[in-house]
């Protein structure tokens, strides 16, 4: 019995430090959710503030699951600390739940990821019609300059973009100008010869893909702790149960 015991304290104490340990990896990956979802909300090139693609949402959804994350980590945390076999189940549960709404939010981006880019693609046509002929410092305006100049890129797919859906413009915006003696994408004419919606949509994808890997990351992290939790607080139970 003595043996038995000794071996039942070790292993309690090995389930204890573990679910301990994971609980702050799981942190760090909360850390993580929340730091994607603030790039996405304060970025500069936020193309919501310009033309109607919304990715606010998305935004806010990444950070209050990396907040949602880190609380419940702590709570784990904190039950393995105080030994609460109770908080522990609960903190199982909760990690069941946050799997599963994971797994429901990673399939969500898959099915909507086409939609999302097409969406981007007409938006971006139609905002070249309302850029202006004169220099008004208007949303639009200052998403095609500031993009165009960024990415070295002139319309959407092409330059010629400009002159099939804004024929009002007597040139191409300024944006649109590069030296093709120093510049890779730039034409003999002195524009930029690549259009501007391949770096968008690979932007976006590049965004859903860390979030898609962290969530897969996360959700298999989330079996092992949740595991490793319900052995702990089962073990432990029947630890003070020997003991009587």
């Known amino acids: 019995m003595g043996v038995c015991s000794c071996f039942c304290n070790v292993l309690n104490g090995i389930f204890k430090y573990a679910v301990f340990i994971f609980n702050l990896i799981f942190v760090l990956g909360g850390v993580t959710i929340l730091i994607l979802g603030a790039l996405m909300e304060t970025s500069v090139l936020d193309i919501s503030n310009y033309i109607d693609v919304n990715i606010h949402v998305s935004a806010i959804v990444l950070m209050v699951s990396g907040g949602v994350i880190i609380l419940v980590a702590f709570f784990g945390c904190c039950g393995a600390v105080s030994n609460n076999r109770c908080m522990l189940n609960i903190y199982a549960s909760l990690l069941l739940l946050a799997f599963c709404l994971q797994v429901s939010g990673f399939v969500l981006v898959l099915v909507w990821n086409p939609d999302v880019s097409a969406g981007l693609e007409k938006e971006m046509m139609q905002s070249l019609s309302k850029y202006p002929v004169e220099n008004t410092g208007s949303n639009v305006q200052k998403f095609w300059d500031t993009v165009q100049k960024e990415w070295e890129c002139c319309g959407v797919h092409s330059r010629l973009d400009w002159a099939v859906y804004n024929p ?17 994408f730039c034409t003999t004419e002195g524009y930029y010869e690549r259009g501007c919606y391949p770096e968008l949509k690979d932007l976006t994808f590049d965004i859903q893909e860390a979030m898609g890997w962290t969530a897969i990351g996360l959700a298999s992290f989330e079996v092992v702790v949740g595991i490793l939790t319900l052995i702990y607080a089962n073990s432990h139970r029947n630890s003070k149960k020997g003991r009587k």
């Open 168 to 184: 009002a413009l007597p040139r191409l915006p300024d944006s649109c100008k590069c030296n093709p003696d120093f510049e890779v």
